[in-house]
């Protein structure tokens, strides 16, 4: 079975400085992916970024950067340069034929 | 641009209630899922479907049914609605795609059972 775990509830970020949020995963598959989606306060879910598991390099989208470690099955999301606008939930997820999503993470930025 | 609509933004209805949450997407998509957000659980999966009349139950099913008479809607349906139902309803279409299945989602709705 696949697993997810966010272990941050909340995160607090100053405006314009970068900030991680955690994620690890557990799997036995050989090929798999992982993936993160924002959900602003309006409830919509926002595809951000993709990493699959064969990918060498860690994927990027923007200011959005999926920081892929295959031996910790970690697979954190590193976001540059925080806007007010990125305050929302963040989930992190797997594929598996379906997905699987963590807890989420509540990102708060400060002006 | 890929649109998911869900009927209803919020919704109240009282136990025992038989209630359908329906959710229709513009982009010809096969697949369409079913999931329910609750808070320190994420998103979990209630039911999918691959095709037209065809559907599988996903990690969750219990209390719940679903219908897919048409590619392009699928609805989900609470037969006796309980307390424990209370949740955010999130829909979602996709496409078969490589190297990944990008789920859309609609805007969700949350239902109140009291």
């Known amino acids: 079975a696949q697993k997810i775990t966010q272990t941050q509830p909340g995160m607090f970020v100053q405006e314009k400085e970068a900030v991680t949020l955690d994620c690890t995963y557990d799997?036995?598959?050989?090929?798999?992916?992982l993936f993160w989606y924002k959900q602003p306060s309006s409830g919509e879910m926002i595809f951000l970024i993709y990493?699959?598991?064969?990918?060498?390099q860690n994927a990027t989208e923007g200011r959005y950067s999926l920081n892929f470690q295959k031996a910790r099955k970690s697979a954190n999301l590193v976001i540059s340069a925080s806007q007010l606008g990125d305050s929302a939930m963040y989930f992190c997820g797997i594929t598996g034929g379906k997905l699987i999503f963590g807890q989420g993470t509540e990102l708060s930025v400060k002006p | 641009d890929v649109k998911v609509t869900q009927s209803s933004r919020y919704l109240v209805k009282r136990t025992g209630e038989k209630v359908f949450l329906e959710c229709v997407q513009d982009m010809d998509h096969e697949n369409m899922f079913w999931y329910r957000q609750d808070p320190g659980l994420g998103l979990r999966l209630i039911y999918f479907?691959?095709?037209?009349?065809?559907?599988e139950k996903g990690d969750i099913p219990e209390g719940y049914s679903v219908s897919r008479e048409k590619k392009e809607r699928f609805s989900l349906i609470l037969e006796s609605a309980s307390t424990n139902q209370t949740s955010m309803y999130l829909c979602?279409?996709?496409?078969?795609?490589?190297?990944?299945?990008?789920?859309?989602f609609g805007p969700g709705t949350r239902l109140t059972v009291l």
């Open positions: 799997t036995s598959d050989q090929s798999y992916g």
């Open positions: 479907s691959y095709d037209v009349k065809m559907k």
């Open positions: 979602a279409s996709s496409e078969q795609g490589l190297p990944f299945d990008e789920q859309f």
């Open positions: 990493q699959g598991s064969y990918d060498e």
